[in-house]
């Protein structure tokens, strides 16, 4: 597995470098274009899908040793985005999203995650949390009407973990408890508790909601 990943973060190098001595080996006259045809082939290979594939491949090591600078590094060898395959386009920009908002940069996260939402995903999960983490920008932003639409969407679509999944219903319950639409918020709040999650941030947040919600009529 190592050695594939030094592959695919020096191909273009490679690709290069066997076209070139391709090349030099026809120039020279030492030999035909035949004998050379797989070093051509090698090299337009890799070129084509160093461009059209990228390095995304060689994120998830880095990104669980939460290593980000290191992402952040792979991402960059992308030279030109919208050369990628549309499903690997969309997976680049969902990650971009996810570091700006690490960074605490949540226009850029915006805009990359709008880009990959409007791209989509192979995956219904993929997309679903793309479209929460939209829907909990945009409620941030107190456009409550759009973060409804993108959290329903999500919620519709599947979200990969209980973590994400019991957020996305408390969202929806503080969305209802807003509109005063108390029993669909209860509902809401019981799917968020029924999933147990484990997150601190979270349990944090249903303790609090629970204070109040079993007092509200409905």
């Not at 990228?54 to 030279?79: D, F, H, S, T, Y």
């Not at 805009?111 to 983490?133: C, D, T, V």
């Not at 409804?148 to 969202?171: C, M």
């Amino acid at each position: 597995m190592k050695f594939y990943n030094i592959i695919i973060k020096y191909r273009f190098w490679l690709s290069l470098f066997a076209l070139a001595v391709a090349i030099l080996l026809n120039v020279s006259g030492k030999a035909g274009f035949w004998p050379t045809f797989p070093l051509y082939f090698l090299g337009v290979i890799g070129i084509a899908s160093h461009f059209f594939i990228g390095p995304l491949r060689l994120i998830q090591e880095p990104m669980e040793a939460g290593n980000i600078e290191e992402v952040k590094k792979i991402l960059a060898g992308v030279w030109y985005p919208n050369l990628l395959y549309k499903p690997v386009r969309s997976t680049f920009y969902t990650i971009k999203g996810n570091i700006a908002m690490m960074d605490q940069d949540f226009d850029s996260a915006e805009k990359h995650l709008k880009k990959s939402n409007e791209l989509g995903s192979p995956m219904p999960e993929a997309e679903g949390a793309n479209k929460l983490q939209l829907g909990m920008m945009a409620m941030q932003k107190g456009d409550m009407r759009q973060g409804e639409s993108y959290i329903r969407s999500a919620i519709r679509l599947g979200i990969p973990d209980k973590e994400s999944e019991a957020v996305a219903y408390l969202q929806m319950c503080q969305i209802f408890m807003n509109k005063r639409e108390f029993r669909a918020a209860k509902d809401y709040f019981r799917r968020a508790k029924a999933l147990k999650p484990k997150t601190a941030q979270v349990v944090d947040q249903i303790k609090e909601i629970e204070k109040y919600i079993s007092r509200i009529p409905g």
